[in-house]
């Protein structure tokens, strides 16, 4: 990690994750999931999973963040936070990693439950031999 991610704002990334849990619409998993993402700027975006009937075009909360942040002009992630209401935390799936890579191949990941267990690792070290953007650049 290239910067220092300290105790406040780490808390104030772990509220916007679990506050956005609370907006999860999860009708068919009842998984709900939120997500905060720390942007290269400072500023912190949220979201949710956001499932559908055809499951193939629900949309995890890491995702549903970045592409929120994305859309604000963002193009950097230092940290992503993953917040599930579960005994166990849950790290990213592929597909969230993927995206991850694209604005953040070295980014934080810190996953976080209700039973105050954590995982804290980087996005390298989930993927550490992703596809990406410097792979494009012939």
Do not use: W
Request: overall charge positive; some cysteine.
């Amino acid at each position: 990690m290239s910067f220092k991610l300290t105790a406040p704002l780490l808390r104030r990334l772990e509220k916007a994750a679990r506050a956005a849990a609370k907006a999860s619409y999860s009708p068919y998993s009842k998984f709900r999931v939120g997500s905060a993402v720390l942007t290269g700027s400072g500023k912190i975006y949220s979201g949710a999973n956001i499932e559908n009937a055809s499951f193939g075009l629900a949309n995890c909360a890491e995702r549903t963040a970045i592409f929120c942040a994305a859309s604000h002009g963002e193009r950097k992630l230092r940290c992503v936070v993953v917040y599930t209401p579960t005994p166990l935390p849950t790290m990213p799936c592929g597909a969230c990693r993927q995206v991850i890579n694209e604005f953040g191949p070295h980014a934080a990941v810190i996953s976080i439950c209700d039973s105050g267990e954590r995982l804290e690792t980087t996005l390298d070290r989930l993927q550490p031999v992703a596809f990406g953007p410097k792979n494009l650049k012939g």
